[in-house]
């Protein structure tokens, strides 16, 4: 069995290396004052084992950046990402890029999303300008059928695989976080190259490799390690000091979940939230190499 290794964290691996405040705007703010530390953290996931660098445009959206003095410059922040990514990958030889496109308006809130027409064309915008530059398209932390057929329409037609990451609940990983059963999204999947669950506790991800693997699909899994998503995170323009790191996940525990992962069906395998080039490195070492 041919494993496919992600890269982990980016936004927390961001504030903790800058050694700044979070702010509403998390990742993109710290590229904006310091763009070489997302090539530094592309590298280092490289260099960890890694087969794709994802792009830091998860949270580059036209409304997390309305009312900021950055509003105006939302194609030059996609330019900087992609800019960060192909040159960590130039540099390391070899490596796919995966451009990422997380949620409108705030992660894990369903009652934000837009209605489907303009949620499909602010996507649509995204995915046109990173489609030319990367390998395929990730859809990141979708959590209701809403989501999905906004994602899939928005990204029809640009010639690239799209990917889907849902985010389930941390107790019951055949649901979505909207409270809808994850096979309801799955079901709606059939023009996607692979799918996967993300942003999601650890234990949570077997139930949903299980139900995302109906599908025939690649599959795969890439948990946080957060404690639990706290209702300070669901707030309006929260910031990520309302969540908390677990202390019990660190490299060879989050393998050791990974490994139940793979018995479940999955081959593609990363870290999300709180996970660094050290969880990748285990990764790689106990089940890429092997």
């Known amino acids: 069995m041919t494993l496919t290794i992600l890269d982990g964290g980016m936004g927390q ?15 993109t703010q710290v590229m904006i004052d310091m763009p070489h530390l997302v090539r530094e953290i ?16 998860y949270a580059i959206h036209r409304d997390r950046l309305s009312g900021t003095e950055h509003e105006n410059q939302f194609e030059n922040l996609y330019q900087i990402a992609l800019d960060m990514a192909l040159a960590a990958r130039e540099a390391h030889g070899s490596g796919k890029i995966a451009g990422s496109i997380g949620p409108l308006g705030a992660s894990y809130r369903a009652d934000v999303q837009p209605p489907h027409e303009i949620a499909v064309e602010l996507m649509a915008e995204v995915a046109g300008i990173l489609a030319p530059s990367c390998d395929m398209l990730l859809f990141e932390t979708v959590i209701s059928t809403a989501q999905t057929r906004a994602a899939l329409e928005a990204s029809s037609g640009l010639g690239k695989p799209v990917w889907i990451a849902f985010s389930v609940d941390d107790e019951d990983g055949s649901r979505l976080r909207s409270g809808e059963a994850l096979a309801d999204a799955v079901a709606l999947c059939g023009d996607t190259a692979a799918l996967m669950a993300n942003c999601s506790a650890p234990e949570a ?31 309006d323009k929260p910031t990520v000091d309302a969540l908390t790191a677990r202390r019990d996940m660190g490299p060879e525990a989050y393998a ?23 969880h990748i490195a285990e990764l790689a070492r106990r089940f890429s190499r092997a």
């Open 205 to 235: 991800m077997p139930a949903a490799i299980d139900v995302l693997g109906t599908s025939g699909k690649p599959v795969g899994a890439y948990a946080n390690a957060f404690t639990q998503i706290t209702k300070a995170f669901l707030a």
């Open 42 to 57: 592309h590298t280092d996931y490289f260099a960890a084992g890694a087969d794709i660098a994802t792009t830091n445009t």
């Open 256 to 278: 050791d979940q990974a490994k139940m992962w793979i018995e479940h069906g999955a081959t593609i395998l990363g870290g999300c939230c709180e996970t660094t080039p050290a």
């Open 13 to 27: 691996e961001l504030i903790h290396r800058s050694g700044t405040a979070p702010t509403p705007l998390w990742s």
